[in-house]
């Protein structure tokens, strides 16, 4: 069995801004960095056969800690950046309903063949993440993996290995600094074993 625990980076100021960021180098907020190290802590008795991130800083930063801690080097796949949100990127709902009106509830609406004005289409995105996800499982054996990346992609991945249309992605809730796992079993079944864990972020 291989379990992949997929970690959404920590909290940044365009998170708390409600500013859409996708392929945008956006660095982790005073929350974001403290969200991190709650994670390095939570992953510190876990055993790890590797970590892997976006090449964003958010995610990099948030992924750091748990790569060192485990004596392991921070594998950076560049197919798990964000989602590219194109023209909409730096700005808000309320901006983008300005300048596209109608189209935030095309997204949530019409999710599989949704495109972003110069950016991505999440069928786009949902492939590119799942490819990576699943050269981890063809490597085989009994390996635990820590998969650090972004709301969206794990959204297009957790639909993707539970074999879920990709319009249901906003039926799941990953907050930043969650934690969630996939088991991938050997006879091919893939179980979603934990959805938006936070307990690790408590006082």
């Known amino acids: 069995m291989i379990t992949i625990y997929l970690i959404r980076h920590g909290e940044t100021l365009w998170n708390k801004k409600g500013r ?23 992953f510190r008795d876990i055993k790890l056969d590797a970590v892997i991130s976006s090449p964003l800083k958010r995610a990099v930063r948030t992924g750091k800690g748990v ?25 808000n709902s309320k901006e983008i309903e300005k ?38 499982i ?24 539970i074999d879920i249309p990709i319009a249901r992605a906003w039926n799941l809730s990953l907050d930043n600094a969650s934690i969630s796992v996939i088991k991938c079993f050997n006879n091919g079944l893939n179980v979603l074993d934990s959805l938006n864990g936070v307990s690790h972020l408590k006082e």
């Open 67 to 91: 790569a060192v801690s485990h004596d392991l080097p921070l594998i950076i796949e560049e197919n798990l950046h964000e989602l590219d949100f194109g023209e909409w990127e730096g700005k």
């Open 138 to 161: 063809s490597s085989g054996g009994n390996k635990t993996y820590a998969v650090v990346c972004h709301g969206v992609v794990l959204r297009m991945i957790i639909c993707s290995f």
């Open 20 to 42: 859409y960021q996708g392929i945008a180098d956006v660095e982790l907020s005073e929350k974001g960095i403290l969200q991190a190290d709650k994670i390095e802590d939570y």
């Open 99 to 136: 300048c596209w009106p109608g189209s935030m509830e095309k997204m949530f609406t019409q999710t599989e063949t949704f495109k972003f004005p110069n950016g991505e289409s999440f069928e786009e995105c949902r492939k590119r993440a799942a490819a990576c996800i699943k050269k981890l």
